[in-house]
């Protein structure tokens, strides 16, 4: 089992800058590929961002790419995401999820650990 809790939401005006951090527990860190996802109401939730297991590969969505960063810190069990430029299109809910493996899906179903969340909103 992993256990997963992020952090760092909050209300941003449009063009500001928000980190969210993802702090894992229960087993070893560098064992999962970890990845965002975000659901805005009334939407499906979507991939965001992905990174393997020690960082050298990321995948972006294109909507967010250029402007958000994923990165990961193993010695503290911790994933981050940067967003910087941000609009009102991002506000959701933000997610982190975990799989073992190498792999780095974007689909929803191939995360097996999920967080509870973090609310960002964007104003224009």
């Known amino acids: 089992q992993v256990q997963l809790v992020e952090s760092g939401g909050g209300l941003v005006q449009a063009g500001d800058s928000l980190r969210l951090s993802c702090a894992a527990s229960g087993r070893t860190f560098s064992d999962y590929v970890m990845g965002w996802f975000r659901q805005a109401p009334g939407k499906e939730r979507e991939f965001v961002s992905a990174?393997?297991?020690?960082?050298?590969?990321?995948d972006y969505a294109d909507s967010v790419k250029g402007r958000f960063t994923i990165s990961r810190d193993n010695a503290k069990n911790t994933v981050y995401l940067q967003m910087n430029s941000l609009k009102p299109e991002d506000t959701a809910v933000y997610y982190c999820?975990?799989?073992?493996?190498?792999?780095?899906?974007?689909?929803?179903?191939?995360?097996?650990?999920w967080g509870q969340g973090t609310q960002v909103t964007v104003s224009s």
């Open positions: 990174i393997s297991r020690y960082g050298s590969s990321t």
């Open positions: 999820a975990a799989r073992a493996g190498t792999l780095m899906p974007t689909k929803i179903t191939s995360y097996a650990y």
